[in-house]
């Protein structure tokens, strides 16, 4: 099923080698909201609202960056701050405005809004506006993670079922570290006033299938991100 959800995100087909794209990428499955990496560490996703830095006091622009520096010195792991910047589609809002527009009784609003949709579609169209989303990676791994004896690999040989289970047994504990972290990150986010929702395993593929298929994909978290509002 994993391994499905990581061809999907490629947008290949997992059975053909030659199109398939799994070989570029680091990683090697998701599964209950985590991703896998091929050298055996841990990855969890964040998605983090954003603020309007511009538009705050220099009171509050100091605090917001003694706040981010807290979190920053709070620590003791890497993490990765990943933006990912698409144009903005709103095709789904442009349809419901013409649906409502047609149903309008009143002749004078439903040209209005007949000409909002127009300016909407042509300020869309030649202002390039970009919708943002943001994410903070955040890593796990064992001392041991990628070091395999030659004991483990032939007893992984002669027993792979008991290899499968401590396996499994690793992975959760891993997880359960991974979840510290993620938590750890969460609540100082909140101390900033931003909010953040840690990614499920539909959402990772999601975003995973996004950045390999620009074209093709939609807009990310239609659901729950959308609650996330920018503050103004």
């Given at each position: ?30 599964k209950?909201?985590v ?14 609202s ?27 792991f ?34 209005q809004?007949?000409?909002?949709i ?12 970009m ?7 955040v ?23 008991a ?70």
């Amino acid at each position: 099923m994993a391994e499905r959800g990581l061809a999907m995100a490629t947008g290949k087909k997992s059975n053909d080698p030659k199109l398939s794209t799994q070989q570029y990428i680091s990683v090697a499955e998701i599964k209950e909201g985590v991703m896998i990496m091929k050298d055996g560490s841990l990855r969890g996703v964040i998605a983090v609202s954003s603020t309007n830095f511009s538009l705050k006091s220099e009171d509050e622009q100091n605090a917001l960056v003694a706040a981010y520096q807290g979190l920053i010195n709070s620590l003791d792991f890497p993490i990765q701050i990943l933006i990912h910047s698409r144009i903005l589609d709103i095709e789904g809002y442009l349809g419901k405005l013409k649906s409502m527009a047609s149903g309008q009784t009143n002749e004078l609003l439903r040209i209005q809004m007949t000409e909002y949709i127009e300016y909407i579609a042509k300020l869309v169209e030649f202002a390039n506006i970009m919708s943002k989303n943001f994410y903070i990676v955040v890593p796990f791994s064992t001392e041991a993670t990628g070091k395999q004896t030659i004991s483990s690999r032939l007893k992984r040989l002669l027993n792979p079922v008991a290899q499968i289970a401590t396996t499994e047994a690793e992975f959760l504990r891993s997880k359960v570290k991974l979840e510290e972290r993620v938590n750890h990150i969460m609540a100082e986010l909140g101390s900033i006033g931003l909010r953040s929702l840690v990614l499920n395993t539909e959402e990772l593929i999601e975003l995973l299938y996004q950045s390999y298929n620009l074209d093709t994909a939609s807009v990310l978290h239609e659901g729950g991100l959308k609650e996330m509002k920018v503050e103004t």
